[in-house]
């Protein structure tokens, strides 16, 4: 049996001259050596594809990741459509369309003249278009008391379809109020109006 003793003293250069056991250890550590160096030189390769692969892992995982936030982003927005397409429709139904604009029209003066205010002036203006809606403006302008000026302006908030009172301006007239205001109506366009704005939105981009 070799002892540490035993291996210091054997002179490399004449390995011939080693007793057994030393020379079964020295191939035996020149084996291992070969082995581990061919291991480290054959599998250097699959290292690197090891680390390529791990690398598309994270990348994959990180995608994931972004796709699965975008899905639970793409639901709120569906939902948050679908409310807006539904407060949408409310507000339409709040608006006339071409053959209801006269009635409209009667019920903002048939409230002035409920709140028993004197129509000076009662003039319908033209409508302009307002991408799918038309707006029309009504120049009035009404005589009468405080209180009855201020629930007018009510009962004009209050109608079944949207009527604003922009402009107002409010002047002392002898013992009563005179009220100047643009009301303005608004109502939906048909399809034959909406399809003639799209053929003459067409026709200017072609020009």
């Known amino acids: 049996m070799m002892n540490l003793n035993d291996l210091k003293n054997l002179n490399p250069k004449t390995p011939g001259v080693w007793p057994w056991p030393a020379k079964l250890m020295a191939f035996a550590a020149i084996f291992v050596g070969v082995v581990l160096l061919g291991a480290l030189l ?8 090891l680390r390529v692969v791990k690398e598309q892992e994270n990348s994959l995982k990180e995608t994931f990741l972004v796709k699965k936030q975008q899905a639970v982003n793409l639901d709120l927005i569906k939902k948050q459509l ?9 507000l339409l139904k709040q608006l006339p369309n071409k053959s209801e604009m006269d009635a409209l029209l009667t019920d903002i003066n048939q409230a002035g003249l409920g709140r028993g205010l004197q129509f000076e002036l009662f003039r319908p203006g033209a409508e302009s278009i307002q991408g799918s809606f038309a707006e029309q403006p009504i120049t009035i302008k009404v005589t009468g008391n405080y209180d009855d000026l201020g629930k007018f302006a009510s009962d004009i908030s209050m109608l079944p379809r949207i009527v604003t009172l922009n402009e107002i301006a409010i002047t002392p007239v002898g013992g009563a109020l005179t009220m100047d205001a643009i009301a303005k109506t608004f109502r939906y366009l048909d399809d034959e109006e909406l399809a003639a704005q799209r053929k003459a939105a067409k026709a200017g981009g072609a020009n």
């Open 42 to 49: 054959d599998w250097q390769d699959q290292w690197e594809s």
């Open 82 to 90: 679908q409310e807006t397409q539904e407060s949408f429709g409310a």
